[in-house]
């Protein structure tokens, strides 16, 4: 059960970040190696991100418990943003 709730949740990070990414490339872009090491830095992305979350997403997870996900999943996360920010500019001539 809680590895679906964590799938839908990562399902949503991405989708947020496809949406906003021309917000998350400049505070992620070169920095993300450096973000996976800072617990202070996940911390203030995990609360940017959760406030951009859906209200029915947010009234089901709180805060914490999404913060605590975001930091214990960071690796995977960072590898997913860095992908997503990356893609287009792979895809330039």
Known sequence: MFEAVKQKIEA???TLVSQNQHLIT?????K???LVNDDAAMTNFASKLYAMLPLMLRSVVS???F???VLDNRQRLI?????ATQAPNEKKP
């Open 12 to 14: 949503e990070i991405i």
């Open 32 to 34: 993300a190696s450096g």
């Open 63 to 65: 805060q914490d418990t």
């Open 67 to 69: 913060t605590s996900f």
């Open 79 to 83: 590898a997913a943003i860095t992908a």
């Open 26 to 30: 400049d505070f992620v872009g070169q």
